[in-house]
């Protein structure tokens, strides 16, 4: 049987491995579950149709209403695991899934008969009575894969035609109908490229790991990145895909017993999600009842060393000592002056402290993805929003080996849309780590300065000779007004080069050169900062535009 070239659409036989005509291979190209084949209808002797509903049906009601029907493009193949699903509980597949074959015999005949012709099996002949109407319609449903089916599977007056045998990759052989009321006519099927296959998505895990028998992620000076900031990574990505949702799954490592590292992994996903959540009190409960000094400690070293905080509490170690005291006292007298805080300057962290900590950790929180410019609610969770994984996945294939037992102590940002939902079945650590689908890690960027907002290079062409001279950055606005000198030197290709601070990245810009009071030019206008795959890129801040001629007043 021959398969259809993807690119010039020839008829090739099934021995050639490229097509003769253009020379397409044809490895990359093959029929698999949910992939649709185009059928062309080479005689006017039947139609193809299909029904519109795109939600499955309880099994006994109508199948599809027979004028209500339209003609197909495509003809799906659904996998054996969703047909079976449907079956189970009591459905039957949606109108548009399935192929009504629409014939309309001759007024003498008593009968019309249908062939079905796929893959390596035997030409299938059926025959059917020819009703008062003045055609017969026979629905089909294709299925494939290679879930088994039982022998009383199938769905009443629905012929299902299994077509496996063709999803080898590479092999696209002719699907062909026949009606034989005195001549056949062929349906020669045109295969589809594959669909891409379908992949978890993951924020790359290593910045939310906990210390040992440790609930809370805090940031640690050897690791690259703060737990933060893969909150935020996720923000970014989930922005731009409005149908994904957020998954939480805790970890732990193999030390101890299998309740301790379940409650344990449920913990540090549950501190993850009061942060989303602002649950303040949930997090210092949390804190309290799966937290240590040695926590507290690393994120005052992370205020002092990072942040120019006075608190440095000496070692990160669980050890209450006077540099741990010192260290508290720091952070007591400063929260108390930069949020307005009313905290025992006594040096104990107690839930009054635990909860000053977690101020700071929201404020952080907030100044991030307003630098992103991305806001809380795009972290959309799932239902549940957390899993507690304990060490069961710690030799998990879908995780990063070898892993060691640090590594096995983390939270893990899972990002799941409705395709992904629907291949895991139900949402439990086996069904994520142990089903078919792999992940793919969203890395988190490097980012000087963390989330304060940075210096920003705006690059523009302007005339020789402005070097030194004043330009003006201006929100559309009027709420951001920044005035800076283009730089001594013009850049090798041409572009000139002003720096300005405290950008709002979500707001619009217009660039104005100064030529004296109330006089100015503007270089660009409209301009927003903008985000490219959820990440700002520095490309974005490259502006070459055509300088507007002579000076002009401005507003």
């Known amino acids: 049987m021959p398969w259809s070239c993807p690119t010039c659409r020839a008829q090739v036989l099934d021995s050639n491995a490229s097509c003769p005509k253009c020379d397409a291979a044809k490895s990359s190209w093959s029929l698999a579950p949910e992939k649709t084949r185009t059928f062309v209808v080479s005689r006017a002797k039947f139609q193809l149709l299909r029904g519109q509903v795109e939600s499955p049906t309880p099994r006994g009601e109508p199948l599809y209403d027979p004028y209500a029907l339209v003609e197909p493009a495509v003809a799906r193949v659904l996998s054996r695991k969703a047909a079976l699903g449907l079956y189970d509980s009591g459905q039957q597949p949606a109108s548009r899934d399935v192929l009504i074959v629409r014939l309309f015999p001759k007024d003498d005949l008593g009968q019309v008969k249908l062939g079905v012709d796929f893959a390596l099996a035997d030409l299938r002949v059926e025959e059917f009575p020819v009703p008062e109407a003045p055609f017969v319609d026979v629905p089909f449903l294709f299925v494939a894969g290679d879930e088994p089916v039982p022998p009383e599977f199938g769905f009443p007056g629905l012929h299902v035609v299994d077509v496996s045998e063709e999803t080898e990759r590479g092999f696209a052989p002719d699907l062909e109908f026949s009606a034989m009321n005195r001549a056949t006519v062929e349906l ?118 990072e942040r120019g905080w006075s608190c440095d509490p000496g070692p990160v170690t669980p050890d209450v000592d006077a540099a741990a005291k010192a260290g508290l006292e720091g952070f007591q007298e400063q929260y108390n002056e930069r949020f307005a805080g009313e905290l025992l300057v006594d040096g104990v962290c107690g839930v009054n402290t635990l909860g000053a900590l977690f101020d700071v950790l929201q404020f952080e929180f907030e100044r991030w993805l307003e630098k992103r410019g991305v806001g809380r609610e795009a972290l959309r969770l799932s239902e549940p929003p957390l899993l507690a994984a304990g060490a069961s996945q710690s030799d998990s294939p879908r995780l990063p080996q070898p892993q060691s037992e640090e590594a096995r102590r983390f939270v893990d940002l899972v990002l799941l849309g409705p395709q992904q939902r629907a291949e895991l079945g139900g949402l439990s650590p086996s069904a994520v780590y142990e089903g078919e689908l792999e992940f793919e890690e969203l890395e988190i960027p490097a980012e000087p300065g963390g989330w304060e907002t940075t210096e920003v290079a705006v690059t523009f062409r302007a005339p020789a000779g402005v070097e030194g001279q004043r330009f003006q950055l201006v929100s559309e606005d009027g709420a951001i007004d920044r005035v800076g000198d283009c730089d001594d030197a013009v850049a090798v290709d041409g572009l000139n080069r002003v720096v300005f601070s405290g950008i709002d990245w979500t707001k619009t810009y217009a660039l104005r050169r100064i030529h004296g009071p109330g006089i100015s030019t503007t270089v660009f206008s409209h301009v927003r900062f903008e985000l490219q795959n959820g990440l700002w890129s520095p490309d974005s801040m490259r502006r070459e535009v055509a300088q507007v001629a002579g000076p002009e007043a401005s507003s």
Do not use: F
């Open 188 to 305: 020669p099927t045109e295969a589809a490229e594959a669909p891409p296959p379908q992949v978890l998505l993951r924020v790359e895990a290593s910045a939310l790991r906990c210390a040992n028998d440790s609930g809370l992620a805090m940031p640690e000076e050897e690791r690259e990145h703060h737990p933060l900031q893969a909150l935020v990574r996720a923000a970014t990505y989930l922005a731009q895909a409005p149908d994904h949702e957020l998954l939480l799954v805790g970890h732990a490592s193999a030390v101890g017993s299998d309740a301790h590292n379940h409650a344990l992994s449920e913990a540090r996903a549950r501190g993850v999600l009061q942060l989303i959540q602002r649950d303040r009190e949930g997090w210092v409960e949390t804190a309290t009842e799966h937290g240590s000094l040695r926590d507290v400690k690393a994120y005052l070293a992370y205020l002092t060393r």
